[in-house]
């Protein structure tokens, strides 16, 4: 995530300050913006994000397959992923990459993942693994290797080229794009962040996001990306996905 009003420094881990909408879905204060959709959390991310990117269908028969985000927030989209990946028979080995400025602590994760049964083996493993600090950290599942990125995404999106000891590398298979709204939270949609993002996208590398403001179209195609509208999830009109060009 940018940088909101909430402040720190260099190797310091900010926990965000939330309202608990509903009793149940999580808002961050400094960016007015709820971490998923009041109209369904596991419904939206299966439809922009999964069906956006033509999971699982692009998965089936590949051995290994990596997808890369932009805010992992409450790790819905990737325990959600990880739902789906068990569901093949046999599944790919999944690695998933993810960046985040300001990680929830694990009792804000674990009330805000507790509202979702059919993902609460996966959330179990999820919050008893969860101990961000700033860098890279792996963390492991059945079947799938999570890499945590705690930091600002602009500066840590470098070390997937570099494919060093000790952190993640692309070529990214899919992308999810899902930082908070652009008009609050524009430093993830910037055209050099999403340019570096094309840059380690493999050459069938897919994206998709939630928003379709035409700001960000322009800097996706900016960047290098087919970018293609698609139906939003349920009151949104129209939502964006696309591919490498």
Do not use: C
Not at 168 to 177: I, Q, T
């Amino acid at each position: 995530m940018g940088e909101p009003t909430q402040k720190k420094t260099p190797g310091q881990i900010v926990a965000p300050s939330l309202d608990w909408l509903d009793g149940e879905v999580p808002r961050a204060e400094a960016f007015d913006d709820t971490y998923f959709s009041r109209a369904g959390g596991l419904e939206e991310t299966r439809h922009v994000f999964l069906a956006g990117n033509g999971l699982p269908d692009r998965w089936q028969g590949r051995e290994s397959f990596t997808i890369a985000e932009f805010g992992f927030g409450t790790g819905l989209n990737f325990l959600t992923t990880l739902k789906a990946l068990k569901a093949q028979q046999p599944p790919p080995h999944l690695t998933f990459i993810s960046f985040e400025l300001y990680p929830m602590t694990r009792e804000q994760l674990a009330r805000a993942l507790g509202v979702f049964p059919d993902l609460a083996d996966e959330a179990d493993e999820l919050t008893a693994q969860w101990q961000p600090a700033p860098g890279w950290s792996k963390l492991t599942f059945d079947g799938a290797d999570l890499w945590l990125g705690i930091g600002d995404a602009r500066d840590m999106i470098a070390d997937l080229a570099r494919a060093g000891e000790g952190t993640p590398s692309g070529p990214v298979d899919a992308w999810y794009f899902d930082g908070f709204s652009p008009a609050r939270n524009p430093e993830l949609w910037e055209e050099d962040l999403l340019k570096a993002a094309f840059d380690v996208t493999a050459e069938d590398g897919t994206f998709a996001t939630y928003t379709a403001a035409g700001w960000v179209r322009r800097n996706l195609a900016g960047a290098g990306f087919i970018v293609e509208k698609q139906k939003g999830f349920a009151g949104k009109r129209e939502m964006v996905a696309g591919r490498k060009d």
